[in-house]
C-alpha cells in the first residue's frame, strides 16, 4: 500500500516539479562541495581558487534559477495536495520568519547574537524552510522546503567534520543592528515585498 501510494507520487511528481528537482540537484550539489573538504582542496587544486569560487557561483546560480522556475511553474500546473494544514499554523510560521529575519543579518554582524546560534546562516534556512512546510501541503512546496530543511541539517552536522574558523567578537551594536535590520526586513515581507516578490500576499 505504501509503495502504491510513493509510486503514485513520483508520477506527479514527474509530471509537474521535474525542473524544480532538477534546479536542487544542481544548486545543492554545487553547496555539498564546501562540506567535503578534500574534495573542495581537490577542486581548488586544479582549477585554483577563484576558478573554484566562479564555477561554483555559476553552478549555484543556474541552480537557483531553475529552482524559481520550477517552482513558479509547477505551483501555476496545480501539483498535488499532500497535506491541507491547519489555518493555525499561520501563526506559528510568522513567529519561525520573524526568527529567521532576525538572525539572518547575524552572519554578517558578529555579536552576541551570532556566538549564541553559532551559524546564523544555517538557523535561518531552516526557520524559514520549516515555517513553510507548516503552511504549505502542495507537492512542489514539500519538495522544495523539505530539501533545503534537510539540506541545513546536512551541513551543520558536517561543520563538525570541518575546521572551525576562529570565533569573532563583536559590539554590542552589531545586535542592535541584528534586530532592527531583521524586524524592518520582516515587516517590509509581511506587508508587500512577499507579495511582489513570491506573488503570494502573506497577510489579507
Do not use: C
Not at 513520483?10 to 516539479?17: C, F, N, Q, S
Not at 529552482?67 to 499532500?82: K, S
Not at 552572519?107 to 553559532?118: D, E, Q
Request: proline share 6%.
Amino acid at each position: 500500500m505504501l509503495l502504491a501510494k510513493a509510486i503514485g507520487f513520483w508520477g506527479k511528481l514527474e509530471g509537474t516539479v521535474e525542473i524544480l528537482v532538477l534546479g536542487l540537484v544542481v544548486f545543492f550539489a554545487a553547496h555539498m562541495v564546501p562540506t567535503r573538504p578534500a574534495l573542495r582542496s581537490a577542486l581548488v587544486e586544479r582549477v585554483g581558487a577563484l576558478g573554484y569560487r566562479a564555477a561554483h557561483s555559476v553552478v549555484a546560480l543556474v541552480g537557483f534559477a531553475l529552482i524559481v522556475y520550477g517552482y513558479g511553474m509547477a505551483r501555476d500546473q496545480g501539483p498535488a495536495l499532500v497535506y491541507d494544514p491547519p489555518y493555525w499554523m499561520r501563526h506559528v510560521t510568522m513567529l519561525l520568519m520573524l526568527i529567521a529575519f532576525i538572525v539572518l543579518p547575524a552572519s554578517f554582524l558578529p555579536g552576541k547574537i551570532k556566538a549564541a546560534v553559532k551559524h546564523p546562516m544555517l538557523v535561518a534556512v531552516k526557520a524559514w524552510a520549516l515555517s513553510h512546510l507548516l503552511v504549505n501541503g502542495d507537492l512542489a512546496s514539500l519538495v522544495l522546503f523539505a530539501s533545503f530543511l534537510a539540506w541545513a541539517v546536512y551541513d551543520r552536522i558536517s561543520m563538525k567534520r570541518r575546521p572551525a574558523p576562529a570565533p569573532v567578537k563583536g559590539p554590542i551594536v552589531n545586535d542592535i543592528l541584528v534586530v532592527v535590520i531583521g524586524v524592518v526586513l520582516y515587516a517590509a515581507f509581511v506587508m508587500k515585498l512577499h507579495l511582489w516578490l513570491i506573488g503570494v500576499p502573506v497577510i489579507g
